[in-house]
């Protein structure tokens, strides 16, 4: 390639791992705010749940498992049209985010229902039986009784993000994934292709870490 490691290092490698970053914050904090939400809408209206409404929680279902069934690369293709009308662009971050964001909100939503439908039914008929409102069951118990799952689960959702965000570079987006597919594989440059590698490795290594020991702290 003609460049010397101090400048792959710096020159690319360390501006790729800051784009990464930011599309799995940024990733991450929408893809869990929308999901969250959307989790706990679909247990409230669910057949049983505290106040359920059919239509609205099929609506939801179905929307979350059509979009759960495209493969980022082909959903991040399909959305470009929304992306450059948002942004102006279909390359760079911002609209990997907001790819990232489509993609993963849905799988999220999935895991923090799950979650919440781990709650003891038991727990949900005493604060009933006590006349709690609905708003009150929702967030102390249904919320509040499965964090220790919520954050498993999270955690699983961030490495999926940081997957996407790793898929993104295939289509411009910048960061590690392009880097690997650029400098590494077109480039048939093994050691940049790789070291990118490792690094997505380590990044994995340290969410799950983080992840478990919050988990193991709250429980």
Known sequence: MGFSWDVIINRIIVPGIWQTLEMVLFGFIFSVAIGFLLALVLVITSPKGLRPCVPLYRVLDFVINVLRSFPFIILMIAIMPVSRFLFGT??????AIFAITVACAPLIARLLESSFREVDPGLIEAAKSFGAPNWRIAWNVIVGESVPSLVSNIT?????????SAMA????????????????????????MY?????????????????????????
């Open 169 to 192: 570079g295939v289509v411009g987006a910048g960061g590690l994934g392009a880097i690997a597919l650029t400098y590494g594989y077109q480039n048939f440059n093994d050691e940049i």
């Open 90 to 95: 279909v390359i760079g971050p911002k609209a």
């Open 156 to 164: 699983l959702g961030t490495v999926s993000i940081l997957g996407c």
């Open 195 to 219: 070291s990118t590698v490792l690094i997505l490795v380590v990044l994995v290594q340290i969410i799950q870490l983080a992840g478990n020991k919050l988990y193991l702290r709250i429980k």
